[in-house]
């Protein structure tokens, strides 16, 4: 079982910057892909970005490329969401996932293909 506690949410005026963090319980240096996603009242939990378990390979969602960069620390066993020129439509609960997986390179985009989830973190972007 591997548990993930995310932080880094608040309110932040459009334009603005914000870095997530998923920390997780054990260590996911060991073949674990990573992922983020979001969620607003009534939707859908949508993909954000995703890392591969080295951190050579990562994914965006269209509404977010150029804006915000996925890392990870193995060493801290904690993963990043470095969201830069925030804009309202950002605003949204902020979910970290794991899942295991023995390819280096592959990573997941889709809600049911990840294991473990966060609490999640509230972001929120004011106009």
């Known amino acids: 079982q591997v548990q993930l506690v995310e932080s880094g949410g608040g309110l932040v005026q459009a334009g603005g910057s914000l870095r997530l963090s998923c920390t997780t319980s054990?260590?996911?240096?060991?073949?674990?892909?990573m992922g983020w996603f979001r969620q607003t009242p009534g939707k859908e939990r949508e993909f954000v970005a995703a890392?591969?378990?080295?951190?050579?390979?990562?994914i965006y969602a269209d509404s977010v490329k150029g804006r915000f960069t996925v890392s990870r620390d193995n060493a801290k066993n904690t993963v990043y969401l470095l969201m830069g020129n925030l804009k309202p439509e950002d605003t949204a609960v902020y979910y970290c996932?794991?899942?295991?997986?023995?390819?280096?390179?592959?990573?997941?985009?889709?809600?049911?293909?990840?294991?473990?989830w966060g609490q999640g973190t509230q972001v929120t972007v004011s106009s």
């Open positions: 996932a794991a899942r295991i997986t023995y390819s280096e390179g592959t990573v997941y985009a889709k809600v049911d293909e990840y294991y473990y």
């Open positions: 054990r260590r996911t240096s060991s073949w674990y892909v």
């Open positions: 890392i591969s378990w080295r951190g050579g390979s990562s």
